[in-house]
């Protein structure tokens, strides 16, 4: 009797929605891209966090999506720029789009690192804080069982242990390119856990809420052209909340017939006896970038409009198959847009985060995290390297120094010993500038008149700072001068450029 309701419910959204269900068990939808909708998108601070909103022109009861940005990514890439309007307007979907608190860690990333999680500590009290601020306001008229979680990146892996520590909380998860949850920052590029022991972390940290599983559902998207994060985690996510949800698969399925400017790749489903729980799709061309498939040109950090239409996936997908709902949802044409609704006090985007007072004179430090001292700044991101490398992401004290700059050590002290040596503007033997990652230098060559080519090697992050790159084609790193590309605008990907001129760099060494 429960499939049988389902699969009505599933025909009536998907016929309002303008597409089909061919068999009870495929999600089918239009082939054509979606609009930017009828609403406009909303800077407001919500629960203490800076959040991008968008509120439907349908009336309620309506869904409620979080989406959580990548590294080095803003939310309004992914929430503005990330194709949500018009699949917002038909599937009644308010989208929230925070920033991670204090600049976030890691150059702006969600704290998904390791196994010590819980629903109060690092970002997932803010996101669990956030949800119920917009739950509680009756304009917006949300139904807490059409509550959902995606991202990308270091945002994904957030939504996945999101979806572990609060399966009662969101009813679907969507995982864009994300490592598995348990694993760290420097396991990325390659899969650093097994089934076994992520579906384990995963159950333990739902706790007494874990019985909700046999209700959430999980969508992953990633690109077979994505070199930043491990392609493997993709499937083994897949598998992972498998076993968790304990549903076998998978089988396949075309993406043909998905919507977006580009759905081309291959599809893996896993089902139960009422219908889709999980659903992994490879998506052709697509780099470590969020789907927005919206076509034409795109220029925000990390958003690729030459893909499928991942908003639109998974709307269709959460809202056919949700088990939290007995009521069809009306995904038809809104036919009001109303005013916008106020969910809190506007939010000031050009205001850094500043975790101390300023200094007035004495030698009185300032403690706060690495991120919060660049972002305030004390510190600068040439200086990342050598302070991370120290202190990683804990709070640390600096103080200010007479000639204006910050250092954790007294005035009068010794600077921080990392280890890494600093660039004195002689270039080595092996031509290459040895560092950990990052050169701490202005960007200028010094002209000792011997040598015509100097070579830096450096995160891609670095590189830009220093000006010796600059962000090109969605959110990938090109040398300034040559245009060579480099590779991916992150803190994770290094490479080395080499100057031939004032302003010239080129990709690789020196001869």
Known sequence: MRRTTRLLTSLLVLAAAGGCRDDGVEIGRTASAVGPGQSSWQGQTIAGMSVRLYVP???????????????????????????????????????????????????????????????????NDDVLALVPSLL???????????????????????????????????????????????????????????????????????????????????????????????????????????????????????????????????????????????RLMTNTGLGHNWPSGAGGSQSAAFVNPNSVDYPEE?????????????????AGVPS???????????????????????????????TATLTQHIQAGRLTWAQFGTYYLEYGTAPFTLYPQPDGTWSDEPPGGAPPDSGVTADSGVVPDSGVVPDSGVVPDSGVVPDSGASSCTAYTSNNYQHVQAGRATVCNYGYVCAVGSGDQLGLYNVYFTSTVRQTAPGYFEAGTCP
């Open 314 to 330: 998974l709307a269709s997908f959460f809202e056919t198959e949700n088990r939290r709902v007995s009521a069809p949802v009306d």
């Open 336 to 366: 009001d847009a109303g005013a916008p609704v106020d969910a809190g006090a506007p939010v000031d985007a050009g205001t850094p985060v500043d975790a101390g007072t300023p200094d007035s004179g004495a030698p009185q430090g300032v």
């Open 136 to 278: 509680n306001n009756s304009s917006l008229a949300i139904d807490p069982n059409r509550v959902y979680v995606s991202g990308l990146s270091s945002g994904a892996s957030q939504a996945m242990v999101l979806g572990c520590l609060a399966p009662d909380v969101f009813a679907g998860v969507g995982i864009n390119a994300g490592p598995t949850v348990g694993t760290t920052s420097g396991q990325i590029s390659s899969v650093a856990t097994n089934v076994a022991s992520a579906s384990a972390l995963c159950r333990s940290w739902a706790g007494s809420n874990a019985s909700h599983f046999t209700t959430q559902l999980t969508s992953i998207v990633h690109g077979n052209n994505d070199f930043t994060v491990a392609t493997g985690y993709n499937r083994l996510n897949a598998d992972v909340m498998a076993d968790v949800y304990d549903v076998p698969g998978p089988t396949s399925f075309s993406t043909s017939n998905l919507v977006g400017a580009n759905p081309a790749g291959s599809g893996l489903r896993w089902s139960d006896g009422d219908g889709q729980r999980i």
């Open 57 to 123: 022109a349908s009336s309620g009861p309506r869904g409620l999506m979080v989406v959580l940005h990548g590294c080095a990514q803003q939310n309004s890439a992914i929430g503005d720029s990330g194709n949500w309007g018009d699949t917002a307007d038909r599937f009644g979907w308010v989208v929230a789009a925070p920033n991670a608190p204090g600049g976030g860690v890691l150059a702006g990333c969600w704290d998904y690192y390791g196994t010590n999680q819980s629903r109060t500590n690092k970002f």
